[in-house]
């Protein structure tokens, strides 16, 4: 899937959809495309007519395209979050035209992303919601996906990257080292995940933080959305030994396999790293970046032993 593929416009999307959604909401007056996001398809904004404005979100995908699954699996996340779940809620979804397509609560003009950096009071109310996330989504709602089908993913594009002829590749050992040490058996637990925890997928307003773009959802073990999370700090700032004693307020992470760890971030690494590498060009400095703030994180993790 591309990144930062164009967004379909809500006036392009089948007339089933438009006038079930209307029917259900009222008068669309407004359709505002959003830019952020790499997800295709329409996604945006709704201005609807019901007395006083109403606002809400709508996503939607043509069911062959190839992220259609990932389109399903937020909708699936969408009817399955329990309902004290840090979230905008999803309020319809159907198929109508060919077509996938969901409505959420609009979480308001009030919201801006979390700032990671050092010394931003976003982060302790990050820190409690991803740990609120642990508690309320434990034990996992039955029919999520393993989260070793995300990680096989990541790993995939790793050892594309480390197996192929591509030149000199910075820390090939330390990558290698870390691979070996990630067990499949790691990868087991009773927690759902968010599985993709950053800056622009945590929505702050005061300290209530709301947890947007489930897509990657799945099943797995309670401290891997904050091993996903750690390289985000490192990459907004933070020293990677100040971001494992900012990860030591979670409990699940005091128990964390430090070998899975290390194997995680190796993954989430070289992902990264095959992006800056052969992924659109408007993205591939931004790709590098974080690449560079997984090496840290990495290297901490074989330091730490």
Request: net charge negative.
């Amino acid at each position: 899937m591309n990144a930062r593929a164009p967004r379909t416009a809500w006036e392009e999307l089948p007339s089933s959809i438009i006038n079930a959604v209307e029917a259900q909401f009222g008068t669309v007056l407004k359709a505002e495309t959003m830019t952020g996001g790499i997800m295709p398809g329409v996604v945006a904004r709704l201005d609807i007519e019901r007395g006083d404005r109403e606002q809400v979100f709508v996503k939607a995908i043509d069911r062959t395209h190839e992220a259609a699954r990932l389109h399903l699996r937020e909708r699936w996340a969408g009817e399955n979050l329990p309902e004290d779940t840090p979230a905008p809620r999803m309020l319809w979804a159907d198929t109508l035209g060919g077509w996938h397509a969901a409505v959420w609560e609009y979480v308001g003009d009030d919201t801006r992303h979390a700032d990671l950096s050092p010394a931003s009071p976003d982060l302790a109310p990050v820190l409690d919601t991803i740990a609120l996330l642990g508690a309320i989504l434990t034990p996992c709602p039955n029919g999520a996906m393993p989260v070793s089908d995300n990680v096989k993913a990541l790993v995939t594009k790793g050892r594309a990257l480390l197996d192929g002829p591509i030149g000199e590749l910075p820390d090939r050992e330390l990558f290698e080292e870390a691979f070996e040490g990630l067990d499949p058996a790691h990868l087991r637990g009773a927690t759902l995940l968010h599985y993709d925890l950053s800056a622009s997928n945590l929505l702050v307003a005061g300290q209530r933080v709301k947890v947007v773009d489930w897509s990657f959802a799945a099943r797995g073990p309670a401290w891997l959305d904050a091993a996903l999370f750690a390289p985000r700090l490192v990459e907004a700032g933070h020293a990677p030994g100040k971001v494992d004693a900012l990860l030591t307020t979670l409990t699940p992470w005091k128990s964390a396999p430090r070998p899975a760890v290390a194997g995680i971030a190796a993954a989430w690494t070289l992902f990264r790293e095959y992006k800056a590498r052969y992924g659109p060009k408007e993205i591939r400095d931004a790709r590098a970046r974080a690449a560079e703030a997984g090496r840290a994180w990495l290297a901490h993790q074989r330091a730490r032993g």
